[in-house]
């Protein structure tokens, strides 16, 4: 089916000649689309059977349809951002991130949850902004990083040495003695920081690193620590050297590190992790009770809806542990195949970001798919005390409506940049067939 859709492809094209690096970049952008989309409709309805079943005995239908009602709220905002195309979302990078920091400072106008504000709560719905977030980040990472490749990947600063005093013109020998402290200061600072943030990577982090800030503010810790590796990450794929990415990511963790051991509670959470078992009754509650529900799972699990631990003992069942009751009842092996289809989704992800025409779309794709990667592994990691407890959803899977939004969203901008490889002008044909469209339309009404 893929090889027909790409040979009347190359038939509509019968003028232009395709080389054979150009042939081969089609074909894989194709493969990619095609297994892409199926692994995500597989791991999509995974996941509604499972929160079906996890939530079968409490709330009924009630958690399904919701999801559902978000499911298709996502294929209508994918389905925009489609239309759209990757070129039209670059223009909306810097304004993406300015809606996000509003949405984000608005968090703090409502209460907190479990001591965290990532809720914006309107009448009938509530969201998370820091998932708009995400997706304002990899579009304004992929921009920036593109714009400044040539830069990031070089390293163009001339080095301010002292020791070449004598070739110094005899004006700047003389200022440089009269002024011989403020040069002191220049030379420590001045080039220190040209050494650790060259021209380029400052655009860059000032973007990203606001939107983590406010990330931060509202006390969301993964999601601050998932951004910041998906920023590191771009970086490195944009070229960006890595003893520079080395020491922002040692910054970071240092940063957090004492952003964890002044928060008492998040201290906590790291001891328990440590030996959840001496704490099973109160911090290590949640962690225990998703050991044992993987534990009794075995090898086959105890049957589809026959989950002892989704009735009522393991908190945040149907959200981010839902991997545990999906281990308790599906077992081993049906954890093993959702690792399998988030490693797979992560492959063709990789393989129609690294196949794409431009840098911005490589780079963008790139993003996109390490976001959604990263928090799959993150959460697999939660449940199985791979690392401290925290708000980390499944993608695809877990119940939240915003999160799965984003996910799907995703997803359709993956395609579009697999559809721009495949075909140029695809999306310039597109917008020009939307706009006659929009205009028929508007003269029916009018009459």
């Known amino acids: 089916m893929a090889s027909r859709c790409l040979a009347q492809v190359r038939a509509n094209d019968a003028n232009f000649a395709f080389s054979e690096e150009e042939l081969r970049r089609q074909n894989k952008s194709l493969q990619g689309i095609f297994c892409l989309a199926i692994v995500t409709t597989l791991i999509i309805l995974f996941g509604l059977i499972l929160l079906y079943s996890v939530t079968a005995d409490n709330s009924g239908k009630e958690y399904l349809l919701l999801q559902l009602r978000s499911l298709?709220?996502?294929?209508f905002a994918g389905g925009i951002c489609f239309i759209m195309g990757a070129k039209v979302l670059k223009n909306f990078a810097e304004i993406g991130v300015i809606l996000s920091v509003?949405?984000?400072?608005?968090?703090?106008?409502?209460?907190?949850?479990?001591g965290a504000y990532?809720?914006?709560?309107?009448?009938?719905?509530?969201?998370?902004?820091?998932?708009?977030a995400k997706l304002a980040l990899c579009v304004y990472l992929a921009?920036?990083?593109s714009k400044n490749m040539h830069i990031i990947n070089t390293l163009h600063f001339k080095k301010f040495n002292i020791?070449?005093?004598?070739?110094?013109?005899?004006?700047?020998?003389?200022?440089?003695?009269?002024?011989?402290?403020?040069?002191?200061?220049?030379?420590?600072?001045?080039?220190?920081?040209?050494?650790?943030?060259?021209?380029?990577?400052?655009?860059?982090i000032l973007g990203s690193g606001i939107i983590i800030l406010m990330?931060?503010?509202?006390?969301?810790?993964?999601?601050?620590?998932?951004?910041?590796?998906?920023?590191?990450?771009?970086?490195?794929?944009?070229?960006?050297?890595?003893?520079?990415?080395?020491?922002?990511?040692?910054?970071?963790?240092g940063l957090g590190s004492v952003y964890v051991f002044l928060n008492p509670e998040r201290l906590a959470r790291i001891k328990t992790f440590m030996n959840p078992?001496?704490?099973?009754?109160?911090?290590?509650?949640?962690?225990?009770?998703?050991?044992l529900a993987l534990g009794s799972g075995g090898l086959y699990g105890l049957g589809f809806t026959e989950s002892r631990m989704k009735q009522r003992y393991l908190p945040e069942h149907h959200t981010d542990f839902i991997l545990s009751i999906g281990g308790e009842e599906l077992g081993f092996i049906g954890i093993a195949c959702v690792v399998i289809g988030y490693l797979i989704f992560a492959y063709f992800g990789l393989k129609i970001s690294l196949n794409a025409r431009s840098r911005y779309n490589m780079l963008l794709g790139f993003s996109i798919t390490m976001m959604i990667s990263m928090q799959a592994l993150i959460n697999l990691l939660v449940i199985s005390g791979g690392v401290p407890t925290k708000g980390m959803p499944a993608p695809f899977i877990s119940y939240g409506g915003t999160n799965l939004i984003f996910?799907?969203?995703?997803?359709?901008?993956l395609v579009a940049i697999g559809i721009d490889t495949i075909e140029v002008d695809y999306h310039k044909t597109m917008h020009k067939n939307v706009k006659k469209y929009f205009y028929k339309v508007a003269r029916f009404i009018k009459g």
């Open 72 to 75: 298709v709220v996502a294929i």
């Open 102 to 114: 509003i949405l984000l400072l608005l968090v703090f106008i409502f209460d907190p949850v479990k």
């Open 118 to 132: 990532r809720w914006v709560k309107l009448p009938g719905f509530q969201f998370q902004p820091s998932e708009l």
């Open 143 to 145: 921009k920036s990083c």
């Open 163 to 204: 020791w070449d005093f004598n070739k110094w013109s005899p004006l700047k020998q003389f200022l440089t003695f009269i002024f011989f402290p403020i040069v002191f200061i220049y030379i420590l600072f001045g080039n220190f920081y040209r050494w650790l943030v060259p021209k380029g990577v400052f655009s860059v």
């Open 215 to 253: 990330v931060v503010a509202g006390r969301d810790l993964g999601t601050t620590l998932l951004m910041g590796a998906v920023t590191v990450i771009t970086l490195l794929a944009a070229g960006n050297k890595f003893r520079y990415t080395g020491i922002y990511s040692l910054l970071g963790l």
């Open 277 to 291: 078992e001496k704490s099973q009754l109160d911090e290590g509650f949640q962690l225990w009770r998703s050991f």
């Open 407 to 413: 996910c799907v969203t995703g997803v359709f901008i």
